[in-house]
């Protein structure tokens, strides 16, 4: 998403090369979006797949839009699946979609409609398998009985854990995976945004309450710990914090997002570290030391967790 969409300045060739990078160093898992530039993130991830398909799981979603007044709305009927699926294809530059999410249920439509048209992409071969986004226990239990439901995205870290009651056990029980989005707290895990001034004027996190100064303040303590942790590892905290949500289960797979060549290898590196029970100890404590919540009420509203 960061590459087009949300985070700061965009540098479409440095993005190239992070990903054709990604790819050459064994990861097979991309994840992008409709909305995401919007559009432009799609094509982004098209052009530096081209010639390297084979082998790839390639997610994205639709369901969401961005209206000229930047307000978020939802679309999940089947009618805006079959038309949303054609560009996603046309802008990967793939015949089919491994992995199709609704990005957010749509309040008007049941779920069972929506998963019904997805149902219907896979059955026309355009769509492998279908997920859901930020959706609760009874609206993934009501979809998975239409169609098995294969991943949920969620975000999920050390500093987010709000799937944990009742989503994550209910995803288990399905034989759901889960796909945790900002596992890094959206860069404030790996300590280098401690104040709002290291944020750029337009970045999406301005508008987010945990990054406002009170907020990050406060939280400071949770970085504290990961910089511990990390110390004792000699690895960074971006590698602590992704190496404690792969502790977290082998049905787990988080999607570090980054624009930059140097911060994926750094994030790669979590894949080295072994964290102790002591370790898992101190870092399962930090959830109850965050202030702010996570969206502003008009974007919380859109999540049912």
Known sequence: MGMTHAYGTRDDEESIAT?????????????????YGPYSNESLVGRAIQGRRAGLTIATKFGIAIGPDGRMATDGSPARAREAVEGSLQ??????????????KDPNIPIEESVGGMKDLIQAGKVRFIGLSEVGEDTLRRAHAVHPITAVQSEYSLWERGIEPAVLPAMRELGVGLVPFSPLGRGFLTGALMTSTA????????TLPRFE?????????????VKQVAARHGATPAQIALAWVLAQGDDIVPIPGTKRRTYLDDNLGAL??????????????????VSGDRYPAHVAKLAER
Do not use: C, P, W
Request: hydrophobic fraction near 45%.
């Open 91 to 104: 802008r990967l530059g793939v015949d089919v979609i491994d992995l199709y999410y609704l990005h957010r």
């Open 199 to 206: 944020l750029g004027s337009k970045d999406f996190r301005r």
């Open 19 to 35: 990903l054709r990078h990604a790819l050459d160093r064994g990861v097979t898992f991309l994840d992008t979006a409709e909305v």
């Open 272 to 289: 080295d570290v072994t964290l102790t029970q002591q370790d898992l100890g101190e870092l399962g404590a930090l959830a109850a030391m």
């Open 213 to 225: 100064d009170a907020n990050l303040a406060a939280n400071a303590g949770i970085v504290g710990v």
